[in-house]
């Protein structure tokens, strides 16, 4: 993009809100707030079907996410003045590795998975939304290298590494209003942590509770989301879009009319036909799912991972 061009119009896509939050999506949101932090203009919209798609995608974070890509290609950088501190390198490795597998095990293996299920499989059959979060489950229990005689050692090494790290962020913030003179990535990945543990686990959460022992984090946390994310915003109305809501039903508009009772008539051999083939559909569909989870392995599912939650493109 050449300084001579016409600015480009970027939109950040998402998974819909949940909890309160503008993205209900954990690696999304610190994303929504970078931007927020920089004051760069944006639209957001909501895709559901295809979460990541768009020029820039943030695949599972890797490489510093699209964060990092936006900083590379000179398109947001908060970065540049705090990039060479060994204290601010060190603060966004624990916020990015420690405070993010933390809520990984809590979302997916520490809790009931009603938050995970809430993001992730809200619009789908219950059946294959369990298929698919069973599948989720056993991939992080991979990635963390749990079973079942050593479950409880590594559980306990997540939020042993997690505490650790709060309390390091709580010394290094103290009573200031970012944790290094103005805002940056680092703020916005904790900004991010914080809000979704604090809105999107239950309140029986370890790391919930954790958290809620440094009181200056949770008040960093309500200062900085009161100011960026519910004051003005520069970014355009959301649009969602989804198959679930792509249709909408009406009332007649005039109140006072009366509905009269239809009398039910014989379906015709079509409309039994149709039934017939949507139940058909269904059992097959459910079919296909069962196959193949037991094709590729029974419990032992494959590493396929949750679709990639962010993506940001520009028109």
Known sequence: MQESQERADYTLIARKPSFGL???CPICLPVYIHLKFASFPFHLNFNNTFPDSGTYVAFNDENGGLIERLREDGIVDLDAAFCSLPEWISMKAMVSTWLAEAVM???WVGSDGTSARAIYYSDLPWLIGKALFMKQVYVVKQRFGIT?????????EIYK???IAYGALSTTLGDQTFLFERPSSLDAYLLGHMLFTLQALPESSVLRLALSEHGNLIRYAEKLKSEYLEGGSSSSVPQFHSEASS????RPSNSSSKTKKQPKREKTEEEKTFRRRAKYFLVTQLVAVLVFLSVMGGYDFSEVEVDDDEGFSYD
């Not at 079942?148 to 306990?156: D, F, H, L, V």
């Not at 249709?247 to 009406?250: A, D, H, I, P, Q």
């Open 247 to 250: 249709t909408s039903t009406r």
């Open 161 to 163: 590494r997690a505490k």
């Open 22 to 24: 503008p993205t209900g």
């Open 105 to 107: 095990y809590e979302l």
């Open 148 to 156: 079942k005689e050593n479950a409880e050692r590594k559980e306990a």
